[in-house]
């Protein structure tokens, strides 16, 4: 499957818990991009990273949200002391390049629920 | 601010009724204009880019336009597999790479 892989496709955790979500890109895709979505309000922009950089992190909270994406490894994005309104769905995309106008190719997210 | 609207909000349609679908944007220097599918439970399914107004894209039964304020899709004949919601995004002339997306429209299409 040469498409963007995300995993786990569900996960559970409580209040004050970390969530690690991974994705890896489409096979000679170098551009990483997160979005969360919510039923009301559609897809938001996180954050836009290349390989060992960080492009554009405006849309991502200050404090308790970070993303890496590795020379070697899967992008991952990471939650620490995860509250109930971290229940949402985050989708990961690639591109081939990141030039604007370059289509998104999306994985199937993960569904994170907060108990 | 940059913004797209969508509508509208859910369509219903019987197989063969052919509609459109409008994606209204309010953008600072449009540098691409995106159709995308999403299937419950499933990412978004990239469909079309359109990028300067005249523009015109077509697959299957799906045809997706551009002019300067708002993109169409129009739907020839659908089919049930063609139920899903159809998502329409835009990147502007900053230097950033996000997308910015309208809420979708949810279309139905029954036997």
């Known amino acids: 499957n040469a498409g963007v892989m995300q995993n786990p496709r569900h996960l559970v955790r409580r209040r004050g818990q970390e969530a690690r979500l991974r994705c890896s890109p489409m096979?000679?895709?170098?551009?990483v991009y997160w979005y969360r979505q919510l039923p009301e309000e559609g897809l938001k922009f996180m954050v836009y990273?290349?390989?060992?950089?960080?492009?554009?992190e405006s849309g991502m909270p200050k404090e308790r949200f970070s993303a890496e994406f590795p020379k070697e490894g899967p992008s991952i994005l990471r939650i620490q002391q995860v509250v109930r309104g971290d229940s949402a769905a985050y989708f990961c995309?690639?591109?081939?390049?990141?030039?604007?106008?370059?289509?998104?190719?999306f994985g199937d997210g993960t569904r994170l629920s907060i108990l | 601010e940059d913004q797209v609207t969508q509508s509208p909000e859910a369509l219903r349609l019987q197989e063969g009724e052919s509609s459109s679908l409008n994606c209204s944007y309010t953008?600072?220097?449009?540098?691409?204009l995106f159709w995308y599918r999403q299937d419950p439970g499933k990412g978004p399914e990239f469909l079309f880019t359109l990028y300067s107004a005249g523009e015109e894209k077509e697959k299957e039964r799906l045809k997706a336009t551009l002019t300067k304020k708002e993109s169409f899709l129009h739907i020839t004949a659908p089919k049930p597999e063609d139920s899903a919601t159809y998502l329409c995004a835009v990147h502007n002339a900053g230097n950033n790479r996000k997308l910015i997306w309208g809420l979708g429209t949810s279309l139905a299409v029954n036997p």
């Open positions: 096979k000679g895709h170098s551009h």
């Open positions: 953008v600072s220097g449009l540098r691409g």
């Open positions: 990273l290349q390989k060992e950089n960080i492009i554009d």
């Open positions: 995309a690639s591109s081939l390049t990141g030039e604007s106008g370059q289509p998104q190719h």
